[in-house]
Each structure stands twice: as structure tokens, then as C-alpha cells.
């Protein structure tokens, strides 16, 4: 896994937006696995900054959604179809045809999973997935102790999720679902290219379990370390916990010109 540490959250930002307008040079027509929560708005401001200066080219891209909350009523403003065609689809000028995503609202949640792993799996599988960490470790909605071999399906939240999102609804925990549908972590690993943002002192231990732990099911995210490609891109403030900080700017800093993001 290659850890990357920048400076802030805006400079995550620029450099994921950056490997993601690279990939769309190479493939332009590639599948763009998004994330939701506060950590990857950066990315999204910094790409559409890019395509109304007309240096990234997102008109053929396609989007893929990570996870989703179950029962809340289709459109409700906090559903993550609704963030993502809010923070994604619109700012970057995409038609929701260009989607695909899970029916968190299907009377049959099951079915609904596995219609969106053969929908991922008929798109040709993503090509870069973005993922937020979780305080607990988690990727996705893959709370601590999911299968690493995981494919989409129901989970329930930890009490610490429900928290840490109770500012979308009003700060009143009670109004976050207990279930979601997420994809499985075997499904994430499926991706072509991991690209975990960080920021942010409350995901140093998270990240420092990701990066220097051992691969277990108890930190989701250190799955990332059975990828082939995954980079892991963090602020100095997530990166505060991380034994082999040096070794990663050095590494960085000496990073050959080929290689990409
Ligand atoms: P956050 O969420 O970016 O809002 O911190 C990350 C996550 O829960 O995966």
C-alpha cells in the first residue's frame, strides 16, 4: 500500500481530483466509485474546479455508489443517492443516467444487493473506488468484524457510526437508520484502484491500524493491504499515529514519474 501524506484536507483534495482527471484522460468512460461523508467533498469541489477550467474531461464518466442507508424514503435529502447527485452528479454536470447505486428503499433489501453486485459486475467493475475510513476502521459501511470476503449486503450500525453521522440529521442519533446496504469488502477489493482519503486527528488511530496493523477484520480498512493498488492519501493531522511516516515522504518524495496519483 502506498501512503501519501499532505498537508491538508485541500491538498488531498487537488491530488486525488488530479489522479482521478488522469484516469479519465486514459480511460474516459472509466467507473468512478464514490464515497460520501465530509472527507471526500474536497475531491469533488477540486474535479469540478477542473472541468470548468477545462482541464479534466468528466463528460463520459460513470459513478458508482458505495453504500446507502436502508429505509429511508426514496429522495429523502439525506439518502446517499441523494448526497451523491448532489455533491457529485450536479457539480460535475452528470445525468443520473450515468449512475447506479443500491435501492436502499426496496421492499426486498437482499435482491436489492444482488442487483446492484451483477449492475457493478455489467458495468465492467470500477475502476478507481474512493473510500472515507470510519473512527472504527470501517470502509463502506463494513463495520469492525465484517467479513473480509464481503459482498454487497445488509449490515447494522455501530452505535459510533450512528454518532458520528447524527450531524446529517440534526445531531439527534435517532434519526440515523440502524441498517444500511454497503458494498462487501470482497467487492471493494474488486476495484482496479483503492484510493482511501484521511483527514483529520480522529482517523489517526484508524489510519495507523490500516497502514501498520495487522490485517484484520477488526479494522475493515486494513484490507487495503491484500490490494495491489491501493494508496492511502492522508493530512498530516491523520497521519500523527503512523510509525513509518518517514519511510512514506521519503518514498513519496522518490515516487517514479509512471507511477500514477
Ligand atoms: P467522514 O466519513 O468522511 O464523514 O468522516 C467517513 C466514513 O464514515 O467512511
Same mark, same amino acid.
Given at each position: 500500500?502506498?501512503?501519501?501524506?499532505?498537508?491538508?484536507?485541500?491538498?488531498? %483534495?487537488?491530488?486525488?481530483?488530479?489522479?482521478?482527471?488522469?484516469?479519465?484522460?486514459?480511460?474516459?468512460?472509466?467507473?468512478?466509485?464514490?464515497?460520501?461523508?465530509?472527507?471526500?467533498?474536497?475531491?469533488?469541489?477540486? *474535479?469540478?474546479?477542473?472541468?470548468?477550467?477545462?482541464?479534466?474531461?468528466?463528460?463520459?464518466?460513470?459513478?458508482?455508489? *458505495?453504500?446507502?442507508?436502508?429505509?429511508?424514503?426514496?429522495?429523502?435529502?439525506?439518502?446517499?443517492?441523494?448526497?451523491?447527485?448532489?455533491?457529485?452528479?450536479?457539480?460535475?454536470?452528470?445525468?443520473?443516467?450515468?449512475?447506479?447505486?443500491?435501492? #436502499?428503499?426496496?421492499?426486498?433489501?437482499?435482491?436489492?444487493?444482488?442487483?446492484?453486485?451483477?449492475?457493478?459486475?455489467?458495468?465492467?467493475?470500477?475502476?478507481?473506488?474512493?473510500?472515507?475510513?470510519?473512527?472504527?476502521?470501517?470502509?463502506?459501511?463494513?463495520?469492525?468484524?465484517?467479513?473480509?470476503?464481503?459482498?454487497?449486503?445488509?449490515?447494522?450500525?455501530?452505535?459510533?457510526?450512528?454518532?458520528?453521522?447524527?450531524?446529517?440529521?440534526? #445531531?439527534?442519533?435517532?434519526?440515523?437508520?440502524?441498517?444500511?446496504?454497503?458494498?462487501?469488502?470482497?467487492?471493494?477489493?474488486?476495484?482496479?484502484?483503492?484510493?482511501?482519503?484521511?483527514? #483529520?486527528?480522529?482517523?489517526?488511530?484508524?489510519?495507523?491500524?490500516?497502514?501498520?496493523?495487522?490485517?484484520?477484520?477488526?479494522?475493515?480498512?486494513?484490507?487495503?493491504?491484500?490490494?495491489?493498488?491501493?494508496?492511502?492519501?492522508?493530512?498530516?493531522?491523520?497521519?500523527?499515529?503512523?510509525?513509518?511516516? %518517514?519511510?512514506?515522504?521519503?518514498?513519496?518524495?522518490?515516487?517514479?514519474?509512471?507511477?500514477?496519483?
Amino acid at each position: 500500500m502506498e501512503v501519501v501524506i499532505v498537508q491538508d484536507a485541500k491538498a488531498g %483534495g487537488e491530488l486525488v481530483a488530479q489522479g482521478i482527471a488522469d484516469l479519465l484522460r486514459r480511460r474516459p468512460d472509466a467507473l468512478l466509485g464514490v464515497a460520501t461523508g465530509s472527507t471526500p467533498l474536497p475531491v469533488y469541489r477540486a *474535479l469540478a474546479a477542473r472541468v470548468r477550467a477545462g482541464t479534466a474531461d468528466v463528460s463520459r464518466a460513470r459513478i458508482a455508489q *458505495l453504500d446507502e442507508y436502508v429505509g429511508l424514503p426514496a429522495g429523502h435529502p439525506e439518502s446517499y443517492r441523494s448526497v451523491v447527485m448532489r455533491t457529485v452528479l450536479k457539480p460535475l454536470g452528470l445525468s443520473p443516467e450515468s449512475f447506479i447505486g443500491p435501492d #436502499g428503499s426496496a421492499e426486498d433489501v437482499r435482491a436489492a444487493c444482488e442487483a446492484y453486485e451483477t449492475a457493478l459486475t455489467a458495468a465492467g467493475g470500477v475502476d478507481l473506488q474512493l473510500l472515507g475510513i470510519g473512527t472504527d476502521g470501517h470502509i463502506g459501511f463494513n463495520e469492525p468484524c465484517s467479513s473480509l470476503a464481503s459482498r454487497t449486503r445488509i449490515k447494522t450500525l455501530t452505535e459510533q457510526t450512528r454518532a458520528d453521522n447524527a450531524r446529517f440529521f440534526d #445531531g439527534d442519533i435517532e434519526q440515523v437508520p440502524q441498517h444500511v446496504i454497503t458494498q462487501g469488502i470482497g467487492t471493494i477489493l474488486e476495484a482496479r484502484h483503492l484510493v482511501l482519503l484521511a483527514t #483529520g486527528e480522529g482517523k489517526a488511530e484508524a489510519v495507523a491500524a490500516t497502514a501498520e496493523g495487522p490485517v484484520a477484520a477488526v479494522c475493515p480498512a486494513s484490507a487495503l493491504q491484500l490490494h495491489p493498488h491501493a494508496t492511502v492519501v492522508v493530512d498530516e493531522a491523520a497521519a500523527s499515529k503512523l510509525k513509518l511516516a %518517514g519511510y512514506f515522504r521519503h518514498a513519496y518524495a522518490h515516487k517514479p514519474a509512471w507511477q500514477d496519483l
